[in-house]
């Protein structure tokens, strides 16, 4: 880790100047209220992530202190993320990147100054940093700190302005030795003898000195909910913590309550769930197993005074707890709330209960299995939230004309709700299909709970339902809950149940600890009619912030986009699940590798996956091997290679999309591991017989899974060669030339075994052999690869140009036709609106899809499988950033090539706008090939590249022989025929057109020929 650069004398003194300056100018109340306000408990995170601050202007690249924490600014939707051991702070071209063409290339220097909060009057500096890259190495733990960032371009004296100061604070350093070191004061406490869902405890804090800081660690598992002094510490933050295996990890999160604790008197409570620690967790066939245990509570309070005195108050049997009005949670099953059981002031100061039993908690043991190297570890990723602090932006997201290149006529009428509705969706419909049955239509699939307002007398209770769809003529069993249908639940029931206080002014429930996938909803025995305005619903997710943008002219890509939108934020819950609302919503290896691309192609996931990745490693085994679900709750163990994959494939692409060596470093060894473990079958069964579980993954009906060997072969070569290149680029060269020569064995094997030269194609001849053989690198040899290429072309065309492919194969399908010329035919495809399509989900007679389904064919099958919530065919979404807008973020610079139908199919795509936050900062690139903005055979587009990066465009010929005839820039002509400058390459044999560019703002017209 690198110190501070050197700095001459005369700028030292110059920045002391400034720093006087300062003071003078904010030495007031206004910046210390500042540092409170904006260091809110319910957003600190552990600055072991990487982490760009979005929506600023600067750069910052690593951050020392492991243990250090910093919170998440909602000031100006401004966000702190991190990694391990280091710190990012994203370029951003804004006010920097312009017309000016002597500015289109400029470096940039990040001056940073930190602070130290000593005390409510005033701040110190800690240190000064110029061309900054690491935060001081003299961190205190549980100390308040602020930076703030400016960056300073080549272009002459120009700077962007000063960030708000951005506050974060240390953590105790090591947690879980502190617990260990007072395992007899701090317990885990619950009880084994009533369901105590509810814990209270009254503590003095003396008026001895002022406090300086008070930290509250606590983690409640299944789920908790925390109170201090009646208020909920962090009203929007669910389902906390993540879900884990619980005894090799289980998380615990930490809150900056300094501005909460009181001098004397204080409360604090904390409700509990069952969640996934004390859960029915189904297992075919839907038998209810019993995990772990009852709910328990872990608590430590610690407060450090101005004169270093300490205090702490901790969970242990001074503690009451009672069953409150949650008679029954599940995360499956919903549920059942007793509002008569309701303590309004059950968490404040001074409460007295004379209605209900309080008893003293047992003393429960420690989820965590010490003997086992089990750890008590920090949530370092963005929690579960409900409602408006769910999700951010980073770029524009829906239809802005006035900042769109395509207007709301182009785009289409959009089936669902808009994720710029704020996380909270009223309803579309109320009906009563049935005498005191309210059927409740939201108008989107989602994922999340209800708000009612409910009116009655005392006891009397109300029942909850949820479904994706409305009852299926086709394939029902009769069964009817006000119209839902619910046999795909299976054995979930997805239902609340709410008995009535009998409050005269009405009263809220919305539920606590579970959540539900659905778009309708049935309200059986509400008293009163329910009116629109008495239901909202919360959207609920793993907080994550938008950082991709992409619609186009096309409705049907649109829709798609937005259901894959939906669909992944709904399968965020603090890992990536892959359906959540039947009896399963588990940790699905395959559906995660799939979607990844997809999903950090349009979400901030980064913590989100790096999280994943290390619950993948607590249970990999010695030998390598590593399960189908994480948490291992299902499946087979080892993993399907394609479902293993995740593994590495995760890894990958949050290298490519972040850029991060470190993330290859610490996750080489496993993946190298695990690669081994598949390769230990390997020697006993060749490619030939290589096992697997799953295959190809419901292919649309008729059709048949396609050699499932050989799916699990891809996979394997698949894997082998993405540790070659982590290889190279970690420098293990050893481990290059031995997987490489490897790699070139199965390569070798793989064409020996599935080809047959009798038929000229790979097995047994399906769609889905085809493009898994041609999408690994040096396997199909150059005699047989346009053969084999046009089967696979020959077989879509038979089909009424539909595709046949299951999980695997369609997300190499779209890339690949793409990439060899035949983007017409993957327009064609993805543009579809018959079976077997994407299109066809939203386009037949009897459900409009807004969410991707798991089966193409989901009305017309039955319910055992029939999910109309899943990412793993969402991986089509990636291709809409990577060809579609043709951007692909290297190592060294942006790569804009976007792939152009020909002149004759332009119909199908003849405008895009897309817009992608990177750690660059925020790349832009829209075209139009309509006529009446253009001359016809000419593409205009536009890109915007941020400050400090450099690119490279291609420009693709728009019909087959097509030459360029003029490159124009802005009103420019920088190409033509006639003068060939060097500024623009051309390939005589492709016809691609290149031009390498720096930061800006361009406008590129090209013509063709």
């Known amino acids: 880790m690198s110190s501070p650069c050197t700095v001459s004398t005369e700028q030292v003194k110059a920045t002391r100047a400034w720093v006087e300056a300062f003071f003078k100018e904010y030495d007031s109340p206004g910046i210390q209220g500042w540092v409170m306000k904006y260091c809110e408990p319910d957003a600190v995170l552990n600055m072991r992530d990487l982490s760009p601050i979005k929506g600023h202007k600067e750069i910052c690249d690593y951050v020392k202190e492991e243990h250090a924490q910093i919170p998440i600014i909602r000031h100006d939707i401004n966000y702190v993320h991190v990694l391990p051991d280091r710190i990012y702070v994203q370029k951003d071209s804004t006010g920097i990147a312009t017309n000016d063409p002597e500015r289109k290339e400029i470096t940039a220097k990040l001056f940073c100054i930190f602070w130290k909060k000593i005390d409510e009057d005033k701040l110190t500096s800690l240190d000064i940093y110029f061309d900054a890259t690491h935060l001081p190495e003299n961190l205190e733990e549980l100390t308040h700190y602020q930076v703030r960032l400016r960056l300073w371009t080549s272009a002459s004296e120009a700077a962007t302005p000063w960030t708000s100061w951005i506050p974060f604070r240390t953590s105790m350093y090591n947690f879980h030795q502190y617990l260990m070191d007072h395992n007899d004061e701090v317990n885990w406490i619950g009880s084994t003898q009533i369901y105590m869902n509810e814990l209270r405890k009254e503590f003095n804090v003396p008026n001895t000195s002022p406090i300086r800081s008070a930290t509250i660690f606590i983690s409640g598992i299944g789920y908790y909910e925390m109170y201090l002094n009646g208020d909920n510490i962090d009203p929007s933050r669910k389902l906390d913590p993540g879900w884990t295996t619980y005894q090799k990890r289980t998380l615990f999160a930490s809150y900056d309550v300094t501005s909460k604790i009181k001098v004397g008197m204080n409360a604090v409570g904390v409700k509990l769930g069952n969640g996934w620690y004390s859960q029915e967790q189904y297992l075919l066939p839907s038998i209810p197993e019993l995990n772990y245990g009852p709910p328990r509570l872990m608590f430590v309070l610690h407060i450090i ?8 108050v901790y969970s242990d049997q001074t503690w009451k707890g009672r069953q409150g009005s949650i008679i029954h949670d599940s995360v499956y099953n919903g549920e059942t709330v007793d509002a008569r059981y309701d303590r309004p002031n059950w968490a404040q100061v001074g409460f007295n209960d004379s209605l209900s039993l309080w008893i003293t908690p047992e003393i429960l043991p420690s989820p965590v299995n010490i003997t086992a190297n089990g750890q008590l570890t920090l949530q370092d990723m963005p929690p579960i939230r409900a409602g408006l602090d769910a999700l951010h932006f980073e770029v524009e997201h829906g239809v802005d004309e006035e900042k769109s290149y395509l207007s709301k006529e182009e785009i289409g009428n959009i089936f669902g709700a808009s994720l710029k509705d704020g996380g909270i969706l009223k309803p579309i419909s109320v009906s009563t299909p049935f005498f005191n049955v309210h059927t409740i239509d939201m108008g989107q699939n989602m ?9 009655g007398p005392r006891g009397v209770g109300i029942y909850i339902r949820h479904a994706e769809v409305l009852s299926q003529p086709i394939v029902s069993t009769g069964q009817s809950d006000g119209g839902l249908y619910t046999d795909n639940l299976r054995g979930a029931t997805q239902s609340d149940t709410y008995i009535l206080s009998g409050d005269p002014n009405g009263e809220i429930y919305e539920p606590r600890f579970t959540v539900h996938g659905f778009r309708y909803i049935t309200v059986f025995g509400s008293p009163t009619p329910l009116l629109i305005n008495d239901v909202e619903c919360l959207v609920v997710h793993s907080e994550t912030t938008v950082k991709g ?22 399968n965020s819950m603090s890992l990536p699940t892959d359906c959540p609302q039947r009896d399963e919503r588990k940790g699905w290896m395959g559906d995660a590798a799939l979607s990844v691309n997809e999903a950090l192609y349009n979400f901030d996931l980064i ?30 163990y080892p993993a399907d290679p394609n479902w293993g994959t995740a593994l590495p494939t995760i890894t990958w692409q949050l290298y490519r999309h972040y850029n991060d060596i470190q993330i290859l470093r610490d996750h080489y060894a496993s993946i190298r591991a695990y690669v081994e473990s598949v390769r230990d079958g390997y020697r006993i069964t060749g490619l030939a017989e290589l096992i697997y579980h799953y295959g190809d993954w419901v292919p649309p009906p008729p059709q048949p899974k396609t050699n499932g060997h050989l799916v699990a072969s891809f996979a394997f070569l698949h894997d082998v060669s993405l540790l070659i290149n982590m290889s190279q680029i970690l420098g293990y060269s050893n481990d290059t030339q031995a997987y490489t020569a490897f790699y070139q064995r199965l390569a070798e094997e793989f064409h020996r075994v599935f080809f047959k030269t009798s038929t000229g194609y790979y097995a047994d001849g399906m769609q889905a052999a085809q493009v898994l053989a041609l999408a690994l690198p040096n396997v199909v040899p150059a005699n047989v690869r346009n053969g084999v290429l046009q089967h696979l072309l020959q077989d879509i065309q ?18 690949l036709l793409s990439d060899n010329g035949h983007h017409d035919l993957a327009m064609e495809l993805i543009t579809s609106i018959t079976y077997p399509s994407y299109g066809f989900m939203f386009n037949n007679p009897y459900e409009n899809a807004t969410t991707i389904w798991e089966l193409w064919n989901a009305p017309f099958e039955g319910p055992s499988m029939n999910s109309r919530n899943h990412h793993m065919f969402a991986s089509v979404g990636a291709w809409f950033y990577s060809h579609l807008a043709g951007i692909d973020l290297q190592s060294d610079l942006i790569v804009i090539r976007p792939r152009m139908v020909s002149e004759e199919k332009k119909h199908l795509l003849s405008k895009i706008d897309c817009q992608l936050s990177t750690l660059y900062g925020l790349v832009h690139v829209s075209y139009t090939r309509d006529e009446h903005d253009t001359f016809a055979n000419s593409i205009l587009l536009r890109i915007t590249i941020p400050a400090n990066a450099e690119a490279k465009v291609v420009f693709e010929p728009l019909f087959p022989d097509a030459k360029c005839v ?5 009103n420019e002509v920088i190409w033509s025929v006639a003068d060939k400058r060097n500024s623009v390459i051309e390939d005589p044999q492709t016809g691609l057109m290149t031009v390498h560019i720096g930061s800006g703002f361009y406008e590129y017209q090209v013509f063709w020929k």
């Not at 994922?447 to 009116?455: D, P, S, Y």
């Not at 999280?611 to 087979?636: C, E, R, S």
């Not at 003029?966 to 802005?970: L, N, S």
Request: aromatic letters at 14%.
């Open 966 to 970: 003029t490159v124009t820039e802005g």
């Open 447 to 455: 994922v999340g709970w209800c708000r009612f307002k409910f009116r």
């Open 305 to 312: 005074f101005e004169n270093s005195d300490q205090m702490n």
């Open 549 to 570: 943008h992409f619609s186009s002219s096309n409705p049907v890509i649109n829709q798609i986009q937005h259901n894959i939108l939906w669909g992944q934020l709904g």
């Open 607 to 636: 913590k989100f996956y790096l999280n994943f990745l290390t619950l993948i490693m607590d249970i990999q085994l010695k030998a390598g091997f590593v399960p189908d679900t994480v948490p291992l709750t299902f499946g087979i």
């Open 798 to 815: 038979a089909k009424g140009n539909h595709i046949s492919t299951g999980i695997v194969s369609t997300a190499q399908l779209y890339p």
